[in-house]
């Protein structure tokens, strides 16, 4: 673990994950592929694989509905080796005015720290990087005072222990993940502070439980959690943008009080991620 200090332009800050969204960092799917298979999804579309022209397409029309919400969205440069450099969520997290960067699982996917790292050099964002045992931004949700983490094959329990020291003020509760599961928001969500999505079949009964008890959980069945169902992205006032094709989840959202604004990310989806994977959110505010 190593903390660079800038200039400390304090531009940043998330506690939860359904403040209103303010900044926010994206990568172009203009060099999306699948080449070796890193998770199930990948596995179903390998032979299909990916249309680039209609997922830049697609990332360009989610662009613009963010920014039609005054949302700031910067851009991450992309390299043309670098086929997953969408989903900007993997690579850092923020955690209250802390913004720590990944250490990740996949070979194939660590050299995509440094534009990030640039980046907030350039901004004069201070930051955390983290080193050694892997964690990625997919299985890091957070809500005020409490930090759920996925355990998976990108996220270990060692990260967790790491976490929870860096962050004594916090209380970091890990959620072990079914084996087939990339990371804990293809299966959990929160979308607002009484409200989470959750598919129950991916999680130990006693975690299903603890969840349950925290929140009125939206359960999302396995077609629909395949399709990314419960990678929605909450960008304030109860808005939640969500894929068209996740009809049920979206019904259970309306019905829940929350606006669902509808992109078609499908494109994007056959690679494993959907909205939540695809942004980086460094400043929310309440």
Do not use: W
């Not at 390998?46 to 919400?69: G, W």
């Amino acid at each position: 673990m190593q903390t660079k200090n800038a200039n400390s332009n304090q531009s940043k800050g998330c506690r939860n994950e359904y403040d209103a969204l303010k900044k926010v960092l994206v990568s172009k799917p203009e060099h999306m592929k699948i080449t070796k298979i890193i998770n199930e999804t990948q596995k179903h579309f390998a032979n299909e694989n990916i249309d680039i022209d209609l997922a830049v397409e697609q990332h360009t029309h989610f662009v613009k509905v963010l920014q039609s919400h005054h949302i700031q969205v910067d851009y991450l440069p992309t390299s043309p080796q670098l086929n997953e450099q969408v989903f900007t969520r993997d690579i850092g997290f923020c955690i209250g005015d802390q913004m720590f960067v990944s250490s990740l699982a996949s070979d194939v996917r660590q050299e995509e720290v440094k534009p990030l790292l640039d980046f907030l050099e350039k901004e004069d964002v201070t930051f955390t990087r983290l080193f050694g045992p892997s964690i990625e931004g997919g299985d890091v949700i957070i809500n005020h005072g409490t930090i759920y983490v996925g355990i998976s094959d990108r996220t270990s329990m060692a990260a967790v222990e790491h976490l929870q020291k860096a962050l004594p003020e916090y209380e970091v509760i890990p959620l072990k993940l079914r084996d087939d599961i990339l990371h804990l928001d293809c299966a959990f969500n929160i979308v607002d502070e009484n409200t989470a999505l959750l598919h129950s079949p991916a999680f130990e009964k006693q975690d299903v439980q603890l969840l349950k008890k925290t929140f009125h959980c939206i359960e999302v069945d396995e077609n629909e959690q395949f399709q990314m169902g419960t990678n929605v992205l909450s960008i304030g006032q109860q808005l939640v943008i969500s894929l068209p094709q996740n009809s049920n989840v979206n019904q259970q959202l309306k019905d829940a009080g929350f606006i669902v604004v509808e992109v078609d990310l499908s494109e994007i989806i056959k690679s494993g991620g959907s909205f939540r994977c695809c942004t980086l959110p460094i400043a929310r505010k309440s």
